[in-house]
């Protein structure tokens, strides 16, 4: 075949077959425009930068050795996978990574044939890779199963509980651990090389079975003290000792940013046919675009940016991130209570609780991805006293669910959770949105729940939390900045189970519960301009039920509408019951709960999200208008720009 051109790999190259068609001779070339790419791409976009630059030679190698998407290439939480969508049919739409009616930032399955499965959330592969194999096996097929996991991800349990199962049933599975953080690997070089390319190759496993075989005809003693001699000596040379002790075949650590290395490797193991293998791969965030080498967190996750200087362009808005309200309320706190301390789950700086931990290094706890184990150890802190603010994404929090029924509910400790990245989130998109929180948490006796309107009742919240020992408690707040309103320097404690009335209105009564207090508030003026007068409050708390203020809003008006940011069968659902067990619905009042669409929602600008989930300003004003009876009206204020 003829060569391509320098200049024009990338373009030559539609999906892997077209990859594969290349000499081998052409892919350190080829795996450098692709890192170009890449930072042209994210540049536009913004999204996860660092990481996927570190697996561009992995990518590469991946994809040129297996037979993809016959052979099965499962990523870890996928915000390493854009080099693969640009391997694999999607680079014309990779400038619409993480927009409204474009790709996801993750792996999807509904969106291409090479994701065989979706992924967001961290720790996963190795599971639904063992999946994978073993449905390849009942059904009697051969293709190979390949599950990419960042070390990262090794801090949860669930990727031990894959191993060991993976390790019991000897199931043929290739598991490709990516050390990005050098918190695992011994250096690696050309000694190393050799070795995982010596211990992965056919004459050295077939020589290990034949030892095998011969052992099994000594005494028992002398057959496990030979096996053990054979695994320890290579354990000492290559490391990897505890993944033998899971039943894994391990070879490394390896270059991965070295195709000669790599190559040679993949292929071995792809033509290995017994038992599961580990590949151990080590690799630089952020490699090849020296502004991500430098950061401290290797533009982990970046906004888009200037692609010679790597300034990252800022938010015009000088309202603080209710993330950085958080921390700031957390720490005046603390400052008066030497009894508060904060955990997170390898989350600090999502969360806020970097600047905590300037502040109180030692009253600060990182327990990695590990969102069970941060849940039950924040319960061990509170059971001996201390006053723990567990801060974990609503959608993170999801995975620990168990935990917090069993180890925090059911035993009544006061463990605060501080629910970050509340409702739609944006450009992360439904696996990121936190839409459950209210339905999951409401429903656990002796649980307090708040919402935050904004950032001053964050603060309010936080004190509040804070004084609160009487059972576990959580606020929700969201992703983005505040409304803009002067804070105060530490919060003041609200009284349990009380809202408050924003607006006094007559006809229409709109009970709000989180941060759609404000378009509420835009509401009641389109409505005005109806001559309809509106009353706006603030729930404040979805357990408890501030009671009096819900049969005062029942009793003085014709329409009440609910209004929360979260899926149905959260707070709605609790007014609704208390409504009719109080007999407030048998007068005619009429009520419309307003929640999150029973759907996922894929990403886009939050704007354009909640407004396509009939929550925004003009649709809270329609919902009123239809449920009066005023179709007319409804339809002209929900066509409103």
Known sequence: MSLPSKASLLDGVASPADLRALPRTCLRDFAEELRKELIDVVSVTGGHLGSSLGVVELTVALHYVFDTPRDRLIWDVGHQAYPHKILTGRRSRMRTLRQGGGLSGFTKRAESEYDPFGAAHSSTSISAGLGFAVARDLKGDAHNVISVIGDGSMSAGMAYEAMNNAGAADARLIVILNDNDMSIAPPV????????????SR????????????????????????????????????????????????????????????????????????????????????????????????????????????????????????????????????????????????????????????????????????????????????????????????????????????????????????????????????????????????TLPGFTVMAAADEVELMHMIATMARHDDGPSAVRYPRGEGVGLERPF???????????????????????????????????????????????????????????????????????LTVEEAAAGGFSAHVLQFLAWEGLLDGGLKVRPLTLPDRFQNQDSPEKMYAEAGLDANSIAAAALSALGRSDDAAAVGQIA
């Open 490 to 560: 530490v919060g003041t404690p609200l009284e349990i189970g009380k809202g408050r009335v924003v607006r006094e209105g007559t006809s229409i009564a709109v009970l709000s519960l989180g941060t759609r207090l404000h378009p509420a508030l835009q509401a009641a003026d389109k409505l005005a301009a109806y001559g309809l007068s509106t009353t706006v409050a603030d729930a404040r708390f979805a357990k408890p039920l501030d009671r009096d203020l819900i049969r005062r809003l029942a009793r003085e008006h014709e329409l009440l």
């Open 203 to 442: 004459p050295y496993r077939g020589f290990r079975r034949f030892g095998k075989r011969v052992a099994h005809h000594l005494p028992r003693p002398l057959e496990v003290g030979v096996r053990r001699v054979e695994e320890y000596a290579r354990g000492m040379v290559t490391g990897g000792t505890l993944f033998e002790e899971l039943g894994f075949y391990y070879v490394g650590p390896i270059d991965g940013h070295n195709l000669d290395h790599l190559i040679p490797v993949l292929e071995n193991v792809r033509d290995t046919r017994n038992g599961p293998i580990l590949v151990h791969v080590v690799t630089k965030k952020g490699k090849g675009y020296a502004p991500a080498e430098a950061s401290a967190d290797k533009y982990h996750g970046v906004t888009k940016f200037n692609v010679l200087t790597g300034e990252q362009k800022k938010s015009n808005s000088k309202a603080p991130s209710y993330t950085q309200v958080f921390a700031d309320a957390l720490i005046a706190e603390a400052k008066a209570d030497r009894r508060i301390v904060g955990v997170t789950a390898a989350m600090p700086s999502g969360t806020g609780l970097d600047h905590f931990q300037r502040e109180f290094p030692d009253r600060c706890f990182d327990v990695g991805i590990a969102e069970q184990h941060a849940v039950t150890f924040a319960a061990g802190l509170a059971a001996e006293g201390l006053k723990p603010f567990c801060a974990i994404y609503s959608t993170f929090l999801q995975r620990a669910y168990d935990q917090v029924v069993h180890d925090v509910a059911i035993q009544g400790l006061p463990v605060r959770f501080a629910m970050d990245r509340a409702g739609l989130v944006g450009a992360d998109g439904p696996t990121h949105a936190g839409s459950f929180d209210l339905a999951y948490l409401c």
């Open 189 to 200: 070089g050309a000694l190393s090389a050799y070795l995982s390319r010596l211990v992965s």
